[in-house]
């Protein structure tokens, strides 16, 4: 069974969502048999390299809240993310663009790293002293390093802003034509959709029935036909 997950390292329910999912996939009898493949969603697909500002002025301006009111859904945030175990930064976080870190985990896939990437870029924007935003490229190939990537073919897809790009654009286009307009969004078999950093109660339940209505092989046609098998080939016997 394949599940699918559309993100964005700039999402903190995306980053709780993981930690809730992957208890849930722990706890899963089949889970050795349930493939996972991370998609790229922008959620601020226009912003421009280089454009980073703090999270609450962020908020404050992209929401119209109050700073106290941002203030506090990051302080709510920080405890929901501490719940599952993991660190989180409630002041003096930044926001940018994600669309090279996104094109990183493309690049990432292809190596059989790019779960590894993912959590770095997690823990390097959500709880790390240093934002991911800032430090440029060696700062994102000393990310990559660190999750196993080679540094220098790492830079060179840095430094080519088409190296991903269109895989980056396609999952973007998949996430609309399944009318996920929000992260994260989890895609079982092409059959379930789980929007939202879900329990992990919500997610046990979403792979039990998903696992369990999958559809089983049909045969098609079987009588005297040659095949091989663990005790060696049949061979049709003349009549």
Same mark, same amino acid.
């Given at each position: ?43 601020d697909p226009g912003r421009a390299k280089g454009d ?30 501490a719940a599952e175990g993991l660190d989180y930064r409630?002041?003096?976080?930044d926001h940018g663009s994600t669309f090279d870190l ?9 190596? /059989?790293?790019?779960?590894?990437? *993912? &959590? #770095?870029? =997690?823990?390097?924007?959500? %709880?790390?002293?240093?934002? $991911? +935003? !800032? ?46 307009? /929000?992260?994260?969004?989890?895609? *079982? &078999? #092409?059959? =379930?959709?789980?929007?939202? %950093?879900?329990?992990?109660? $919500? +997610? !046990? ?35």
């Amino acid at each position: 069974m394949r599940v699918e997950i559309w993100s964005d390292i700039a999402c903190p329910w995306c980053y709780v969502g993981k930690a809730r999912f992957e208890k849930a996939l722990a706890a899963f009898p089949h889970r050795d048999e349930v493939e996972v493949v991370h998609r790229s969603f922008e959620l601020d697909p226009g912003r421009a390299k280089g454009d980073v500002q703090p999270v609450i002025d962020m908020l404050t301006r992209k929401y119209g809240m109050s700073a106290a009111q941002a203030e506090a859904g990051e302080d709510n945030l920080g405890a929901q993310a501490a719940a599952e175990g993991l660190d989180y930064r409630t002041r003096g976080r930044d926001h940018g663009s994600t669309f090279d870190l996104h094109r990183l985990l493309h690049f990432a896939k292809e190596q /059989g790293r790019q779960e590894a990437l *993912l &959590d #770095r870029l =997690y823990r390097a924007n959500f %709880a790390d002293e240093q934002s $991911v +935003f !800032t430090g440029g490229d060696d700062h994102l190939v000393e990310l990559a390093t660190e999750a196993g990537l080679d540094a220098d073919a790492t830079r060179a897809v840095l430094a080519d802003p088409t190296a991903y790009a269109d895989e980056v654009r396609a999952d973007e286009r998949e996430a609309a034509q399944l009318g996920a307009n /929000g992260v994260p969004f989890f895609v *079982l &078999d #092409r059959s =379930y959709g789980v929007s939202g %950093a879900q329990p992990a109660e $919500v +997610f !046990t339940q979403a792979l039990t029935q998903a696992w369990g209505d999958r559809s089983p092989l049909k045969t098609l046609a079987q009588d005297d036909a040659g095949t091989c098998g663990p005790d060696g080939c049949a061979v049709p016997q003349q009549g």
